[in-house]
């Protein structure tokens, strides 16, 4: 497995991207906005690629709702939110919208 | 509507079985018996994250009287909730035990005044948000 070699960014675009099939997709590394804050108790430190925004346009959006668009995106996501992906920011549209 | 048969691959095995079951009973007990609920890190006064900090502020922009839950305080909680939900990330809105979203979708709808009006249903005051 690459799993490694690959910077989260890069896996969190080929996830999306495979899952989802976006007409527009922008993953935007906002790590260093919160290299300094809180380190919560048990969990991951804020070490490297944590916080992320996510801009997704994709036709598998029309007509689903707001949570039922961020549980597709956490879905393919799942193994990233488990090993260090901190917080995910998310703008999810269906396409015209 | 509660999201709460989704068990997911990523639980340690601490979390399985009686003890979650147990957690679980306790978020659906405190979601029964407050209309708005606010699962967060730290407390509405001291958020300790940005996110749940932002959803402080829209629901006190808003007026609306809330309970929040710190899940910084308990780990099992911190764990159970995501379980409960199916939702990976804190902070957590609920309304009338139905699950709004976490702050992207509090903060869309706030804007939207979606959330003023999910809110005006389920019979919780809430001002009309400053437009512009």
């Known amino acids: 497995m690459n799993h490694r070699a690959e910077s989260a960014k890069e896996r969190i675009t080929a ?20 290299a300094d804050h809180f380190v919560h108790p048990g969990g991951a430190g804020h070490q490297g690629e944590t916080h992320f925004t996510v801009k997704i346009v994709s036709p598998a959006f029309i007509g689903k ?3 039922e668009r961020h549980r597709a995106i956490n879905e393919a996501l799942a193994r990233e939110l488990a090993t260090g992906l901190h917080a995910l920011a998310i703008h999810a549209k269906a396409p015209g919208e | 509507m509660i999201y709460n048969s989704h068990a997911r691959g990523t639980l340690n095995s601490a979390m399985k079985g009686s003890a979650m079951a147990s957690i679980h009973d306790q978020i659906q007990n405190v979601i029964n018996e407050n209309a708005v609920v606010l699962f967060m890190k ?5 958020p300790q994250c940005g996110f749940s900090g932002q959803v402080v502020q829209i629901l006190n922009h808003l007026g ?25 990330t804190i902070p957590q809105l609920y309304v009338k035990g139905e699950f709004v979203g976490g702050c992207d979708i509090v903060r869309e709808m706030f804007q939207s005044g979606e959330l003023t009006d999910q809110l005006g249903k389920a019979g919780v005051p809430a001002a009309q948000p400053a437009r512009g």
């Not at chain 1, 996830?15 to 919160?34: F, G, Q, W, Y």
């Not at chain 2, 730290?42 to 001291?46: E, H, L, N, R």
């Open chain 2, 64 to 88: 609306v009287p809330f309970k929040g839950v710190n899940v910084l305080a308990d780990g099992e909680l911190r764990e159970g909730i995501k379980s409960f939900s199916n939702w990976p």
């Open chain 2, 42 to 46: 730290g407390t509405p006064q001291a």
């Open chain 1, 15 to 34: 996830a999306l991207k495979s899952a989802l099939t976006p007409v527009s997709l922008e993953v935007i590394d906002d790590s260093h906005r919160h």
């Open chain 1, 65 to 67: 709702s707001r949570v």
